[in-house]
């Protein structure tokens, strides 16, 4: 039976779809949570299946593998402070002396701190590059008033501690219109570039090795990236960019961030992932058009109310696909991603790696220098970690073994 789908049913039926990787027989099973260890994974599946692997015939196939990166991929925390070096740098070269790598993550929290006394919801919606930005600006300003007060205390004759708010006043408004914004964003944009080139340098063992050994098992596979962060692996030229097909990140999906961190916070509310997810799911759709060349016209009837309606009917070659996402977070990669019908590898690697998500959100623990997290949102993320521990698939504690567990899965999933 010859099935088509057009570009159009793909974009706008696609919210509707609960899971584009359930098989057509109504008797699928799905699986149950499965933690293996890495010794058995690697011991029992690598040894003692790889000889009959090739008489085994796989009936899944992967089609889409997505990722989180920042401490699944590489250490965060080494590259945020490489960041936060970066923009130190940044600001001594337009003048901007006498500050350190923190100064910006403290006054990004105090920036938070502020706008949740006055509106709660839209200081957790705020995104990380908002607060940066907010965070750079401020410092700019702080140092532009205090040259400026001191130039009229030297007028006056007097020191800065004494002038009054008649002076003052007018200075601090003036300091705030003095700042260039080309200036913050060339900034920003030294900050990100030290970002992705730290995060280069810094890529968890075993990494590039995985991927390469995935493309080649599974040279259609479409892999992509789903983060919170404004990483993008298409921009690490060196290491991860010849792999990635996609990147979807929480700061371009403002609607569903807004909405989620708004239920995070608020008493009622029950936060929701799906949106991101979707929105990959909703990319890989395209991607995987354009790979298996369907071409169909764009229907005449598009926004009549029967082409709105049509329920997104994928092609047969789709139905034995399985989605797999990676990722370190339990809240944020194993639940939101199983939500939307993937199967999840839960990668949780030696202290020694550096990752940072399983003391990240524990109240008792002293959180990361560079976090901004309220209290409130970490409570409220232990509660979704809880939850999201049965919908672990597998979990790893090295990425050498990530192309060992995706077999699994594609064996197990039947």
Not at 25 to 53: C, F, K, P
Not at 157 to 186: F, M, N, Y
């Amino acid at each position: 039976m010859k099935l088509s789908v057009t570009l159009f049913q793909l974009i706008t039926a696609f919210s509707g779809v609960t899971n584009a990787f359930v098989p057509r027989s109504s008797n699928h099973r799905q699986t149950h949570a499965v933690t293996i260890s890495t010794s058995t994974l690697y011991a029992e599946t690598a040894v003692s299946d790889a000889s009959s692997a090739s008489s085994k015939p796989t009936v899944q196939n992967i089609g889409l593998l997505t990722f989180d990166l920042d401490d699944t991929l590489y250490p965060i925390d080494q590259v945020v402070n490489d960041a936060n070096a970066a923009f130190v740098t940044a600001m001594e070269r337009f003048g901007f002396e006498g500050l350190d790598a923190f100064d910006m993550v403290n006054t990004g929290k105090i920036i938070r701190d502020e706008l949740s006394a006055t509106d709660p919801e839209k200081a957790a919606a705020l995104t990380h590059t908002e607060v940066r930005e907010l965070a750079i600006r401020r410092e700019m300003e702080k140092i532009i008033l205090a040259r400026k007060l001191q130039e009229c205390a030297d007028d006056w004759a007097t020191p800065v501690e004494d002038l009054s708010p008649i002076v003052r006043k007018p200075a601090e408004q003036w300091a705030k219109g003095a700042v260039s914004e080309s200036v913050v964003q060339q900034v920003l944009t030294a900050w990100e570039m030290e970002r992705h080139h730290s995060a280069e340098r810094h890529i968890f063992p075993g990494v590039i090795d995985a991927l390469k050994q995935i493309k080649k098992e599974h040279p259609d596979v479409i892999i992509g990236a789903v983060t919170d962060g404004k990483a993008n692996p298409q921009l690490m030229t060196f290491t991860l960019a010849p792999y990635f097909d996609f990147c979807m990140s929480w700061e371009d999906e403002q609607g569903g961030r807004q909405k989620f961190f708004a239920d995070l916070n608020g008493v009622e509310g029950t936060p929701e992932l799906t949106w991101i997810y979707d929105a990959a799911r909703h990319k890989y759709a395209i991607l995987k058009e354009a790979q298996s060349g369907i071409n169909a016209a764009k229907p005449s009837g598009i926004g009549s109310e029967e082409s709105a309606i049509k329920p997104l009917v994928w092609p047969e070659s789709y139905d034995d696909l399985v989605w797999v996402h990676v990722g370190d977070d339990l809240a944020f990669d194993v639940g939101g991603s199983a939500a939307c019908g993937a199967k999840t590898i839960l990668v949780e690697l030696p202290k020694s790696m550096g990752q940072t998500a399983p003391f990240r959100f524990d109240t008792s623990i002293e959180q990361p220098t560079w976090a901004t997290t309220s209290k409130s949102e970490l409570e409220a993320r232990i509660k979704m970690n809880e939850a999201a521990r049965e919908h672990v698939t597998v979990e790893i504690n090295t990425l050498e073994r990530l192309p060992i567990a995706i077999d699994q899965i594609l064996r197990d999933d039947l």
